[in-house]
């Protein structure tokens, strides 16, 4: 199909499938600003550098205490050395949390590229700084992997001199021909767009790009963009996924009946960007996670996790524990979660659904005991239970008719007989 570049066509593009198959993915927010790694505790650390312009009161004093008022943002440069940076260790460890794809900061809002780029001539981590190509190492560590490569790529930028003067002009002449030389240098299987707010899609000629990306670039058959392609375009589909951001409990309360595959993205914490500030409290505890994740699946969404390296390249041991957390819970409960679909909105707290094939997948919150009626389940004699992780031979878990209701009759077992926790597993 040829796509033309009108919002009707563009949103008759599928999602390609391997994203709604993917269920769980990492995102990587790292660039200069992960050298102060500093905002106040419920900020974005991300945004350092408008916040240092705006005056903010807790990160101006912050900066001249540590740097002095005569420090400039551009000064970080010389201390983004990335020397702990190892690509196949970031991988690794995303493979072993079970994600499937990985969105990259190719550039924040301060425009600072994680590339080479003609179009941003010393101001990237090639010409200047660690002189290393981050975006080409890590595409480069997921071949072979099952972690697909993906960017992030902010459409504006705070300070370039033609954004400010003219917008169309840095659209056309600057970001456009940036974007499809990174996508055909890179080959990414997203495009996390962001910054749309500030103008609106005619301004950004957003529907052409997309028509070009969708028709003659050489990721058109697999490519995942998303809707953040100009003011007012959130959750329109724009041939892509729709997305949330710490805000997927209004998106679904308006969304109710919606059937486009959307995806939340979040930090572990508050922040984004690597944020010093923060503490063990800000951070969300494993089974939070894990809820969390259920709930988005189960809703027939994904979840995009954040990461915020520190400036020399290693990854927080917190958000490392973090990410190993969740891979061992997918570990025993994948089979749920990944390739699954909504199957039904449950209405009773702590319990959640997914089918995939003819399976029906029942994820509860409290530890399987005593006997559970499922409220939203008819009785049908064929549903054959198992419980995930079991590491006994005879299944505890049996199928019983409450008044025409499904329920889960658990006999008592120790903890230590099932590999898992937080969130349990029933096969249907």
């Not at 900061?105 to 003609?118: A, R």
């Not at 927080?316 to 997918?330: F, H, N, S, T, Y």
């Not at 029942?362 to 419980?387: Q, R, S």
């Amino acid at each position: 199909m040829t796509y033309q570049p009108t919002w009707e066509s563009i949103n008759a593009r599928p999602v390609p499938a391997w994203f709604e198959d993917a269920k769980f993915g990492v995102f990587i927010h790292w660039g200069l600003y992960s050298v102060p790694a500093y905002s106040r505790r419920d900020w974005y650390a991300e945004w350092y550098a408008k916040q240092l312009d705006e005056k903010k009161p807790e990160v101006l004093a912050f900066h001249n205490r540590a740097y002095g008022e005569n420090f400039q943002y551009a000064d970080f440069v010389r201390d983004f050395k990335a020397e702990l940076f190892d690509a196949k260790e970031w991988v690794t460890l995303f493979d072993r949390a079970g994600a499937k794809y990985l969105n990259l900061t190719s550039k924040h809002h301060d425009g600072f590229c994680l590339f080479p780029s003609p179009y941003a001539k010393f101001w990237n981590s090639v010409d200047v700084g660690p002189h290393r190509d981050f975006c080409g190492e890590l595409r480069d560590a997921c071949e072979g992997s099952s972690v697909k490569f993906g960017v992030y790529h902010s459409l504006y930028e705070w300070y370039h001199p033609l954004y400010l003067k003219d917008p169309e002009r840095f659209a056309l002449e600057h970001l456009h021909p940036m974007m499809k030389d990174l996508i055909e240098r890179y080959q990414p299987h997203t495009l996390f767009t962001d910054g749309e707010w500030d103008q609106p899609h005619e301004v950004w000629h957003s529907r052409e790009f997309l028509a070009w990306l969708y028709n003659e670039s050489s990721v058109r058959d697999f490519i995942v963009p998303n809707d953040r392609w100009g003011k007012g375009t959130r959750e329109m589909q724009l041939g892509g996924n729709l997305t949330t951001e710490y805000s997927w409990q209004d998106f679904l309360e308006k969304n109710p009946g919606q059937t486009r595959p959307f995806e939340e993205c979040r930090g572990i914490g508050h922040s984004f960007g690597f944020n010093r500030a923060e503490s063990c409290e800000d951070y969300l505890a494993p089974g939070e996670l894990i809820e969390l994740l259920v709930t988005l699946v189960s809703a027939g969404g994904n979840l995009l996790l954040n990461v915020g390296p520190a400036a020399d390249g290693s990854i927080p041991a917190i958000m490392q524990e973090r990410l190993l957390q969740v891979g061992d819970w997918l570990r025993v409960h994948g089979e749920g979660i990944y390739a699954s679909r909504k199957y039904k909105t449950s209405t009773q707290p702590g319990v959640w659904y997914t089918q995939k094939n003819n399976q029906i997948y029942v994820f509860l919150k409290n530890f399987p005991f005593g006997t559970v009626i499922l409220d939203d389940l008819p009785y049908d004699p064929a549903y054959a239970p198992a419980l995930l992780g079991w590491r006994g031979e005879k299944s505890p878990v049996s199928l019983v008719n409450a008044e025409g209701k499904a329920a889960l009759r658990f006999e008592a077992f120790p903890p230590e007989a099932i590999d898992s926790q937080w969130v349990y597993g029933v096969r249907l």
